[in-house]
């Protein structure tokens, strides 16, 4: 499935970056952990495929910060307004500050958490996409944001609707296992870093 995700954030991107750039070892390589950290923001919390709430971050991821595809891996991205990371989430509203969330798996945890939340209490899909770009008013920018997403999820749709491996998706498992091996992440060990950190300003 991460195949899939690799295939669907590369789908999105060559609306504005050619294929022959996007379909390379250095763009598979680079995307490979976004897609990796998105999927298990899905899967890990209910250990169940929640493939809705994969599409919504995979669209939210485009339509926010074309997952930060030109910025470096060790930096994060920052809108105008203090928004942070992939998702472009406001620190002061987390437990987080704007550095953590260069790395996917904070970044998508609380997008995760965020949505479910907002979803309570707005409901339906366009209004509550509204609500994650603007908070409690929708304007019209921010429903203009709402069907930007739905629209991105729609245009991927057809990578996870079908069980076969399309040609992309064969090539991209190929080169995506040749991608440089990173230090692999414990996650339990990842977040008890943060923890207590987070303890540590607490108690000064």
């Not at 970044?107 to 609500?131: F, N, S, Y």
Request: hydrophobic fraction near 40%.
């Amino acid at each position: 499935m991460v195949y899939k995700v690799i295939w669907a954030i590369l789908f999105l991107l060559n609306k504005e970056i050619p294929a022959e750039k996007l379909l390379t070892k250095e763009s598979i390589c680079k995307i490979k952990p976004i897609a990796e950290a998105t999927w298990y923001n899905v899967v890990y919390p209910t250990l169940w495929q929640d493939i809705e709430m994969l599409h919504t971050l995979i669209a939210l991821g485009y339509v926010e910060s074309r997952f930060t595809y030109t910025i470096p891996k060790d930096q994060v991205l920052v809108s105008p307004k203090g928004a942070c990371g992939l998702f472009q989430a406001i620190p002061k509203y987390t437990e987080y500050i704007c550095d953590d969330f260069k790395y996917p798996v904070i970044a998508g945890m609380v997008a995760v958490e965020h949505l479910k939340m907002i979803h309570e209490t707005w409901g339906k899909e366009d209004k509550h996409l509204c609500h994650y770009n603007s908070g409690v008013k929708c304007n019209k920018k921010s429903r203009k944001y709402a069907k930007d997403v739905i629209k991105a999820k729609e245009e991927t749709q057809f990578i996870f609707d079908s069980s076969l491996m399309s040609p992309e998706i064969i090539l991209i498992s190929l080169v995506s296992s040749q991608c440089p091996k990173g230090k692999k992440v414990n996650i339990g060990e990842f977040f008890k870093m943060f923890n207590n950190r987070k303890l540590a300003q607490n108690n000064k």
